[in-house]
Protein backbone atom coordinates (compact mmCIF):
# COMPACT_ATOMS: atom_id res chain seq x y z
CA UNK A 1 0.00 0.00 0.00
CA UNK A 2 1.53 3.64 -1.34
CA UNK A 3 2.28 5.95 1.76
CA UNK A 4 -0.19 8.85 1.72
CA UNK A 5 2.34 11.48 1.99
CA UNK A 6 -0.65 13.95 3.45
CA UNK A 7 -1.51 11.38 6.25
CA UNK A 8 2.37 11.26 6.66
CA UNK A 9 2.75 15.14 7.00
CA UNK A 10 -0.32 15.21 9.54
CA UNK A 11 1.10 12.45 12.27
CA UNK A 12 3.92 14.14 12.40
CA UNK A 13 2.41 17.47 12.90
CA UNK A 14 0.22 16.10 15.62
CA UNK A 15 3.84 14.10 16.99
CA UNK A 16 5.33 17.69 17.38
CA UNK A 17 2.48 19.33 18.84
CA UNK A 18 1.72 16.69 21.34
CA UNK A 19 5.83 16.79 22.32
CA UNK A 20 5.80 20.39 22.07
CA UNK A 21 2.61 20.03 24.85
CA UNK A 22 4.13 18.18 26.89
CA UNK A 23 7.19 19.93 27.61
CA UNK A 24 5.96 23.00 28.03
CA UNK A 25 2.26 22.57 29.09
CA UNK A 26 0.77 24.15 26.42
CA UNK A 27 -1.66 24.63 23.97
CA UNK A 28 -0.28 23.78 20.62
CA UNK A 29 -2.14 22.16 17.98
CA UNK A 30 -2.29 21.90 13.87
CA UNK A 31 -2.71 24.86 12.13
CA UNK A 32 -6.17 24.77 10.28
CA UNK A 33 -6.18 23.55 6.34
CA UNK A 34 -2.57 23.48 7.31
CA UNK A 35 -1.46 27.01 6.61
CA UNK A 36 -4.06 27.67 4.12
CA UNK A 37 -5.57 30.60 5.57
CA UNK A 38 -4.08 33.58 7.02
CA UNK A 39 -2.39 31.89 9.83
CA UNK A 40 0.61 30.26 8.55
CA UNK A 41 2.61 27.31 10.22
CA UNK A 42 2.07 23.55 10.19
CA UNK A 43 1.63 24.36 14.00
CA UNK A 44 0.46 27.09 16.26
CA UNK A 45 0.50 27.74 20.34
CA UNK A 46 -2.96 29.50 20.81
CA UNK A 47 -1.61 30.45 24.34
CA UNK A 48 -0.10 33.65 24.15
CA UNK A 49 1.69 33.24 27.46
CA UNK A 50 3.64 30.08 25.83
CA UNK A 51 7.03 30.18 25.62
CA UNK A 52 6.13 28.36 21.95
CA UNK A 53 3.87 31.37 21.13
CA UNK A 54 6.40 33.65 19.22
CA UNK A 55 7.85 30.66 17.09
CA UNK A 56 6.63 29.82 13.79
CA UNK A 57 6.89 25.98 12.82
CA UNK A 58 7.44 24.01 9.40
CA UNK A 59 7.00 20.49 10.53
CA UNK A 60 8.48 17.90 7.41
CA UNK A 61 8.52 14.04 7.31
CA UNK A 62 10.39 13.44 4.38
CA UNK A 63 13.18 10.98 3.22
CA UNK A 64 15.35 13.35 1.65
CA UNK A 65 16.45 16.70 3.64
CA UNK A 66 15.91 19.69 1.31
CA UNK A 67 17.27 22.20 4.41
CA UNK A 68 17.70 25.31 1.73
CA UNK A 69 14.09 24.39 -0.03
CA UNK A 70 12.48 24.45 3.48
CA UNK A 71 13.92 27.50 4.72
CA UNK A 72 12.69 29.57 2.05
CA UNK A 73 9.19 28.65 2.73
CA UNK A 74 9.34 29.33 6.17
CA UNK A 75 10.73 32.57 5.22
CA UNK A 76 8.44 33.84 2.60
CA UNK A 77 5.66 32.40 5.69
CA UNK A 78 7.01 33.49 9.49
CA UNK A 79 6.09 37.04 9.13
CA UNK A 80 7.56 38.63 13.08
CA UNK A 81 7.76 35.21 14.15
CA UNK A 82 10.57 33.24 15.29
CA UNK A 83 11.12 30.48 12.02
CA UNK A 84 11.90 26.82 13.33
CA UNK A 85 11.98 23.66 11.17
CA UNK A 86 11.57 20.54 12.82
CA UNK A 87 11.98 17.50 10.56
CA UNK A 88 12.14 13.66 11.21
CA UNK A 89 15.47 11.66 9.90
CA UNK A 90 15.80 7.99 11.37
CA UNK A 91 12.72 8.04 13.37
CA UNK A 92 13.74 10.99 15.19
CA UNK A 93 12.83 14.77 15.83
CA UNK A 94 15.36 17.53 15.01
CA UNK A 95 15.15 20.99 15.23
CA UNK A 96 16.86 23.75 12.82
CA UNK A 97 16.65 27.33 13.33
CA UNK A 98 18.95 30.57 12.80
CA UNK A 99 22.21 30.52 15.28
CA UNK A 100 21.08 33.96 16.46
CA UNK A 101 17.87 33.57 17.54
CA UNK A 102 18.97 30.15 19.42
CA UNK A 103 21.37 32.62 20.93
CA UNK A 104 18.95 35.18 21.65
CA UNK A 105 16.82 32.31 23.40
CA UNK A 106 20.50 31.11 25.74
CA UNK A 107 20.75 34.90 26.25
CA UNK A 108 17.39 35.23 27.57
CA UNK A 109 17.75 31.58 29.73
CA UNK A 110 20.58 33.11 31.14
CA UNK A 111 18.84 36.52 32.00
CA UNK A 112 16.16 34.99 33.90
CA UNK A 113 18.76 32.45 35.76
CA UNK A 114 20.61 35.59 36.92
CA UNK A 115 17.23 37.06 37.81
CA UNK A 116 16.42 34.09 40.29
CA UNK A 117 19.59 34.17 41.75
CA UNK A 118 19.46 37.44 42.87
CA UNK A 119 16.65 36.88 43.87
CA UNK A 120 17.02 33.90 46.26
CA UNK A 121 19.75 36.34 47.42
CA UNK A 122 16.72 38.69 48.65
CA UNK A 123 14.77 35.55 49.85
CA UNK A 124 17.45 34.61 51.85
CA UNK A 125 18.38 38.40 53.57
CA UNK A 126 14.71 38.48 54.56
CA UNK A 127 14.68 34.94 56.20
CA UNK A 128 17.68 36.34 57.94
CA UNK A 129 15.65 39.54 59.07
CA UNK A 130 13.26 37.89 60.02
CA UNK A 131 14.64 35.07 62.50
CA UNK A 132 16.89 38.22 63.84
CA UNK A 133 13.46 40.02 64.66
CA UNK A 134 12.00 36.96 65.84
CA UNK A 135 15.20 36.56 68.48
CA UNK A 136 14.42 40.21 69.66
CA UNK A 137 10.87 39.49 70.07
CA UNK A 138 11.35 36.42 72.02
CA UNK A 139 13.84 38.11 74.40
Known amino acids: MPINSRDKGNRAEREVAKTINRYLG ?25 AAFDYHFEIKDQKKLNIPQWWRQIYSDCGKKIPVNIFKMNAKFYTTLE ?8 AEI ?6 IESLETQINMLEK ?3 ELKKETSK
Do not use: A, H, M
Request: proline share 5%.
Open 129 to 131: KVD
Open 110 to 115: QDQKGE
Open 26 to 50: TNCRRTPLSGGLSIKGDIIDVDPDS
Open 99 to 106: LTDWLSSL
